[in-house]
């Protein structure tokens, strides 16, 4: 057992690696057009927000601190209500501008959670649970009535972008900005905050800095989720709010990323969502009811959780030795 937790933490993607596996394999079972390449642009655009929302939520769970922004699903569902309610209606439908425009503000609203969390010491949790409400009740008062999109810029990214699914150019901005600050030195001192912020304090770190750009990259990456809700949906979904909210955190936990930070990462997040999504499917096949998925995806977040912190105990342990010596 202590070997094969040894084994995981080199590799914390690694359950939710082998999970993707067993339920592709499941899924073709059920259902053997599963793996027929004709139908990878939906089920891709499918993922696409459940997998952004992964993305969104991660930078801030690797930031340290109990990190956890739980806004991040509310926050992808407003951007989708806003590009259809207000966006699209008055004229603003070049994809370049209706971009520019939900990336400021996701990068706006993610700021003003860092800042709470990291300037005015607020508990991650209470600061964007506070956040979660507010932009929540936005999304009931401007969206309470559904509103279709109608013909817009959104509706090949469901599809086919030439010979390109339009899935992948949504989740590929967000990898394609991971993979930049991937060469700055911000990712490596995100990492160092994360695993101990005392320490990188001393190093000369802006810990507080570090932190309002971890949740700030979290509010870009969920507008490019509500992007690709919108072009799934080509309508908006104003009581998405709480269900993008769980997704979000259980797929970071599926994929291995420990809610104290410092270790995971977007791989991860991104095989959790994964998860996630071929559990849906299979359980669609199953003709299991919708109902019953909140609870599924609660156990898988308690699951995720428990492996996490099982693997991660060597690592507590030594932090709790250390603070005492």
Known sequence: MTEALGFLRGRSYLFALLLTIALFIANVIAQPHFANPDNWPQQLATLAPVMLVALASTPAILSGGGGIDISVGPLAVLCNVLLVHTLLPHGIDSAWANVAILAAFGLAVGT????????????PVIATLCMFFVINGINLKVGATPKAAGSNWTTSLADQVGPVPGAVLVIGAAVVIWLLLGRTAYHR???????????AFSAGVNVAATRVIAYAIGGVFAAFAGIALTALV??????????????????VALGGTPLYG?????????????VLYLIQTFLGALSVAPEWLPVVYGGMLLLGVVVGSRAAAPRIATRQTAATA
Request: avoid cysteine; aromatic fraction near 6%; proline fraction near 0%.
């Open 112 to 123: 003003i959670n860092g800042l709470l969390v990291a300037v005015l010491r607020y508990e």
């Open 262 to 274: 410092g270790r995971g990462g977007m791989v991860g997040s991104a095989l959790g969502a994964i």
């Open 189 to 199: 001192a995100l990492y160092a905050v994360g695993g101990n912020d005392a320490t």
């Open 234 to 251: 080509q309508a908006s979904e104003a009581g998405a709010s709480a269900s993008y909210a769980l997704v979000g955190i259980t797929a």
